[in-house]
């Protein structure tokens, strides 16, 4: 576990210039706590332990403001960046080297329990504030989603997304791009 947590902490001194040191990433860090509370919770989750699984993430929701539901699956390095806000939905899929800002919903619209209701967000995507991911869509490989974007549909690797509804702005690999998803 220290060196998950110390993985987790050089994670956030690279991607937040504001960090001094590795001991303020440790115990200043919303996210470094809600990603450690979260690693219990889905450990009990996965043994069938659901209420202590979602007794543990509540209470990381209280100290944090940061909700991951026991059931999501989170890869290594997610930052979430200020953090107040954020909601990680039950079947939700995050991806390696993922960074949220504060007030992103990775969210459900619907459906039956036990069936992908929540979005798949892959690798090295960086997720603005205020987002809205909405379904079981696919954010790809990364991607950009401008802050308060509400997304509704799949959206292509290494593209960017912005708007209501969300609309494909950029090919950051190439040139842009104008198409609605």
Do not use: W
Not at 83 to 98: F, K, R, S
Not at 99 to 124: A, C, F, Q, S
Not at 159 to 165: A, K, Q, Y
């Amino acid at each position: 576990m220290i060196k998950f947590i110390i993985e987790e902490a050089r994670n956030i001194m690279e991607k937040d210039p504001a960090t001094k040191s590795m001991i303020e990433a440790i115990l200043c860090y919303p996210s470094l706590k809600a990603i450690i509370y979260h690693k219990l919770a889905h450990r009990l989750y996965k043994k069938k332990r659901y209420v202590l699984a979602r007794i543990i993430s509540q209470r990381a929701r209280r100290i944090t403001g940061i909700e991951i539901h026991p059931g999501a699956k989170i890869g290594k390095n997610l930052f979430i960046d200020h953090g107040m806000g954020v909601v990680i939905g039950e079947t939700a899929e995050v991806g390696d080297n993922v960074t949220m800002y504060h007030g992103v919903t990775l969210g459900g619209i619907g459906g039956e329990p036990g069936t992908k209701r929540h979005p798949t967000v892959e690798d090295n995507v960086m997720i603005g504030s205020g987002a809205k991911i909405l379904g079981p869509i696919t954010i790809g490989r990364g991607a950009k989603i401008g802050a308060n974007a509400v997304v509704l549909k799949d959206v292509p690797p290494y593209t960017t997304v912005v708007g209501i509804p969300g609309k494909v702005v950029k090919n950051n690999r190439d040139d842009y791009l104008m198409y609605v998803i």
